[in-house]
T-cell receptor, first 113, second 114 residues
Framework: GENVEQHPSTLSVQEGDSAVIKCTYS??????FPWYKQELGKRPQLIID?????GEKKDQRIAVTLNKTAKHFSLHITETQPEDSAVYFC????????????FGTGTSLTVIP | EAEVAQSPRYKITEKSQAVAFWCDPI?????LYWYRQILGQGPELLVQ????????DSQLPKDRFSAERLKGVDSTLKIQPAELGDSAMYLC????????????FGEGSWLTVV
């Protein structure tokens, strides 16, 4: 099956700085890559996603890049704010085995005011 | 905005007891997932339904866990008997049928086994 690795596991940045979280995947049949933000005790919420036919997508302060050749994708948050503090999960969906989603282990982001 | 509904939100049960969680997906979502999330880790798929059929339950500990979605709408996940290691958050999620659709999570059911 698919294997998604996520780095770093923890990340601290000063307010206003940028944060980058990276994920790699193993299954070349994976074709959809969402990112979720999870605040303590709450549900994971989709913040941005990218499909395999696109190299980059941006939504205000958040952007995601995908390198299919290298099988890695990254989340970029610019001008970070304290409310960006949360755990972020990447995921990959493979077209094999019924369109399953595989999640990374999460990155705990802390934005220091 | 439609949401995935789950209950109960919190459950404390004694070891060896039975526990059940309920999920109502977003209306029209044919695919339903049950994930287990241990604190500090990413969600791990337990079972995936397409309508009323199981698509994947390879990671479901079938000796103690069972899941059903009899009418292809809401679903129940049961654990019997519960063990200490089952303490986790159980997340239900749903998506539209077919590729290209993301999944939406419920608020989760926190289970503590004592």
């Amino acid at each position: 099956g698919e294997n998604v690795e996520q780095h770093p596991s923890t990340l601290s940045v000063q307010e206003g700085d940028s944060a980058v979280i990276k994920c790699t995947y193993s299954d070349s049949a994976s074709n959809y890559f969402p990112w979720y933000k999870q605040e303590l005790g709450k549900r994971p919420q989709l913040i941005i996603d990218i499909r395999s036919n696109v190299g980059e997508k941006k939504d205000q302060r958040i952007a995601v890049t995908l390198n299919k050749t290298a099988k890695h994708f990254s989340l970029h948050i610019t001008e970070t704010q304290p409310e960006d503090s949360a755990v972020y999960f990447c995921a990959a969906r493979t077209s094999n085995t019924g369109n399953q989603f595989y999640f990374g282990t999460g990155t705990s982001l802390t934005v220091i005011p | 905005e439609a949401e995935v509904a789950q209950s109960p939100r919190y459950k404390i049960t004694e070891k060896s007891q039975a526990v059940a969680f309920w999920c109502d997906p977003i209306s029209g979502h044919a695919t339903l997932y049950w994930y287990r999330q241990i604190l500090g880790q990413g969600p791990e798929l337990l079972v995936q339904f397409q309508d009323e059929s199981v698509v994947d339950d390879s990671q479901l500990p079938k000796d103690r866990f069972s899941a059903e979605r009899l009418k292809g709408v809401d679903s129940t996940l049961k654990i019997q008997p519960a063990e200490l290691g089952d303490s986790a958050m159980y997340l239900c999620a749903s998506s539209l049928k077919g590729s290209g659709n993301t999944i939406y999570f419920g608020e989760g059911s926190w289970l503590t086994v004592v």
